[in-house]
């Protein structure tokens, strides 16, 4: 005969076996529905961040050394989807042998037809942006200027290579306003058969130009 204390003893030792499956049991549910984040998915969310944290201010540098026709539609989408404030930059290198304001007849002209260029990327993007030309005895440091003017948070270059023997994948300023710049640098290298998101009939139209 089983007494009473026995019975007693059985009830609550079962009732703590089952609470103690039980809650196995909603662990198990509430770790299926709450995967640990993954390596790869803390790196996507660090890059988010990082990408609010560098898209405030765009600054486009051309330059006869610095081509950046062919990023200047993914700059538009990146001001765009930040509403950051988009600036395209040009910068007109005087030699020493010449005044600092001296007339530069074709590279004025060659800024104007960038800024144009860049200008319609913009527009075509509902992008507002706004454009310079400056002169200065060097491109890099007058970027650099600039950038420290508008307290860019990134500054975007397109590539120039120096000479199709020299082996160079970027021109020397483009290498040396990386290094230099105290914000974040994005260069656009163009591919061997395609460019950056850049708008082909604008393309066209300036080349036409």
């Known amino acids: 005969m089983i007494s009473v204390s026995s019975q007693i003893n059985v009830t609550l030792a ?24 993954s390596h790869v998915m803390r790196i996507a969310a660090a890059a988010e961040r990082n990408l609010e944290r560098i898209v405030g201010s765009l600054i486009v540098a051309f330059s006869p050394e610095i081509d950046s026709a062919h990023v200047m539609a993914l700059a538009a989408k990146l001001a765009r989807g930040e509403r950051s404030e988009l600036l395209a930059l040009y910068v007109i290198e005087v030699p020493y042998t010449l005044p600092p304001d001296a007339e530069m007849t074709i590279e004025e002209r060659a800024a104007l037809d960038a800024l144009g260029a860049a200008e319609t990327i913009a527009n075509k993007n509902n992008v507002a942006i706004r454009t ?27 590539s120039y290579r120096e000479g199709k023997y020299s082996g160079a994948p970027l021109g020397r300023v483009i290498e040396e306003i990386a290094a230099d710049a105290k914000c974040d640098v994005l260069i656009g290298v163009e ?4 460019t950056l998101l850049i708008d082909e009939s604008v393309q066209s139209t300036s080349q036409e130009a």
Do not use: C, F, Y
């Not at 200065?136 to 397109?158: M, P, Y």
């Not at 591919?191 to 395609?194: I, N, P, R």
């Open 191 to 194: 591919g061997k058969h395609g």
């Open 14 to 37: 079962g009732a703590l076996i089952a609470l103690l499956i039980a809650g196995l049991v909603g662990a198990t549910l509430w770790w299926m529905l709450h995967p640990p984040e």
């Open 132 to 158: 310079e030309t400056i002169k200065a005895r060097s491109t890099k440091q007058a970027v650099l200027d600039v950038a420290k003017r508008e307290k860019a948070n990134l500054i975007i270059l397109g």
